[in-house]
T-cell receptor, first 112, second 111 residues
Framework: LAKTTQPISMDSYEGQEVNITCSHNNIATNDYITWYQQFPSQGPRFIIQGYKTKVTNEVASLFIPADRKSSTLSLPRVSLSDTAVYYCLVGEIYNQGGKLIFGQGTELSVKP | SQTIHQWPATLVQPVGSPLSLECTVEGTSNPNLYWYRQAAGRGLQLLFYSVGIGQISSEVPQNLSASRPQDRQFILSSKKLLLSDSGFYLC??????????FGAGSRLTVL
């Protein structure tokens, strides 16, 4: 399993773009990268998933360089409600039943 | 659509008492099921996962155990709780591309 490393915390202001980077130096060929968002006293919820290059949905973008040893979650124009902990998780998406281990996550604080 | 139910939502238990947390999934068959624990201000710790009835993998040997008596039911138990068992317990299941969907969580306080 690829171990992930993220910054412990980040600060931002409303309306700014926020980029959170996750390092996963020993990512395997079959591994995908999945990002989750967690609010206090709630379970994490899925944000985005990707394998390489760029993935975009209505919430965020995910940038993955060619060597796939890191990934960057990009949140456009954040608001106060984006204050949460963000986790990246690396694992085989078709390896059904494998262990899915979270890293320490990044606590994002958005200020007015 | 698939839904996941977890209960009880909160409980306060004395040290040494037993524990039973239940999780059920609706709208899917043969889900992969997970139990995580989150201590206050900490990250998510994987406790157990299961790929099928009666099949349990343990990540953190301790005084907790898990069982899967039915396809869509996952139970977390303890015979004697410790103070260190306090935390936020989350059940989750994965879909075909291993995206986790979590329940609302059970907050356990051991006194």
């Amino acid at each position: 399993l690829a171990k992930t490393t993220q910054p412990i915390s980040m600060d931002s202001y409303e309306g700014q773009e926020v980029n959170i980077t996750c390092s996963h130096n020993n990512i395997a060929t079959n591994d995908y990268i999945t990002w989750y968002q967690q609010f206090p006293s709630q379970g994490p919820r899925f944000i985005i998933q990707g394998y390489k290059t760029k993935v975009t949905n209505e919430v965020a973008s995910l940038f993955i360089p060619a060597d796939r040893k890191s990934s960057t979650l990009s949140l456009p124009r954040v608001s106060l409600s984006d204050t949460a902990v963000y986790y990246c998780l690396v694992g085989e998406i078709y390896n059904q039943g494998g262990k899915l281990i979270f890293g320490q996550g990044t606590e994002l604080s958005v200020k007015p | 659509s698939q839904t996941i139910h977890q209960w009880p939502a909160t409980l306060v238990q004395p040290v040494g008492s037993p524990l039973s947390l239940e999780c059920t999934v609706e709208g899917t068959s043969n889900p992969n099921l997970y139990w995580y624990r989150q201590a206050a201000g900490r990250g998510l710790q994987l406790l157990f996962y299961s790929v099928g009835i009666g099949q349990i993998s343990s990540e953190v040997p301790q005084n907790l155990s898990a069982s899967r008596p039915q396809d869509r039911q996952f139970i977390l138990s303890s015979k004697k709780l410790l103070l260190s068992d306090s935390g936020f317990y989350l059940c989750a299941w994965t879909n075909l591309v291993n995206v986790l969907t979590f329940g609302a969580g059970s907050r356990l306080t051991v006194l």
